[in-house]
């Protein structure tokens, strides 16, 4: 782009070529700038769309020291990943709830690489996208609470909360949190039909221990010791879909290949790796830059 300048004594006219607007000067964005205009070339015509997605995916990496090294040393699969989210049209944003971009290990990587993982308001979205589905919510049961679920040629549950319950103290060790007794999902058709899914404490356990575990590694961290009841409405309603909902062939492929993906590998502890949390970022930005 030109301008043109006048000289107010000579009445001389020059052509002037305009300086390019000034690049972000944070790395660690242009880094995640060069995967997506690098490897999604044609993929996110929109460029309002990319630069949400840039962002969203930015802010992930930032706030996670161990996603961010994955994510440099295995940016095909960061690329891939935000691809997934795009065709899903779900925000990787962590504060949406939507999806999320997790390092996950991979034997034959020999490291971490970066997997989409479904959120519980991910999981609603994809669903209330079928136009037959007029609702669709999940919801954790406590050990105070009233609850009746009835199965058969029809579906029905009742549920009322103990709002008089003392807030539960936190688990214990490598335990699911004891006030929790029960998950269910609901989903709602246009026709009137209604499907609820129950999940029992020993079948969420058995769910949580299937995600902590891989192979003979098994996990200390992560959103079932951070957010235990939010996983057992997700699991209920996953559950659900899987099973009941005919969802689209890329939301199925996803919930597939996040069933399968193993934990990601830490080899400090918890109290060193928060120690060093502000660190790390620092010196994966300074290789970054």
């Known amino acids: 782009m030109t301008t043109e ?32 205009d690098g490897q999604m070339a044609g993929v996110i015509s929109s460029d309002k769309v990319r630069r949400k997605f840039i962002q969203a995916a930015t802010l992930a990496v930032q706030n996670n020291p161990q996603l961010a090294e994955a994510s440099y040393n295995n940016p095909q699969s960061f690329a891939a990943s935000i691809i997934k989210a795009v065709s899903l049209e779900l925000s990787v944003d962590p504060a949406m709830g939507e ?13 971490n690489v970066i997997g989409l993982w479904l959120g519980y308001k991910g999981l ?40 008089a319950r003392t807030k539960p103290e936190p688990a214990d060790g490598d335990v699911l949190p004891p006030h929790i007794v029960a998950a269910y999902a609901v989903c709602r058709f246009r026709d ?15 769910v949580r221990d299937d995600a902590l575990t891989q192979g003979k590694r098994r996990k ?15 699991s209920a309603l996953r559950r659900l879909l899987t099973r009941d909902v005919q969802l689209s062939a890329d939301a199925a492929e996803v919930l597939s290949h996040e069933a399968h993906e193993g934990p990601a590998r830490r080899g ?22």
């Open 220 to 234: 200390s961290f992560g959103p079932w010791f951070d957010h235990p009841e939010a996983m057992c409405s997700k």
């Open 5 to 36: 300048i006048m000289n107010p004594e000579t009445g001389e006219v020059t052509a002037v070529e305009a300086a390019p607007p000034a690049r972000n000067a944070d790395p660690l964005t242009q880094f995640v700038e060069n995967v997506v």
């Open 192 to 206: 009137g039909r209604q499907i609820v899914r129950v999940l029992a404490r020993w079948e969420l356990e058995q």
């Open 268 to 289: 400090p502890s918890v109290a060193t790796r928060e120690a060093r949390a502000a660190g790390s970022n620092g010196d994966i930005m300074a290789r970054l830059g």
């Open 99 to 111: 999806g999320y971009l997790v390092p996950v290990w991979d034997k034959n990587a020999r490291g």
């Open 124 to 163: 609603r979205k994809l669903a209330l996208r079928d136009p037959d589905i007029t609702a669709c919510y999940a919801d954790v049961v406590f050990d105070t609470d009233e609850f009746h679920w009835q199965t058969g040629t029809t579906h029905e549950v009742t549920h009322r909360r103990d709002i």
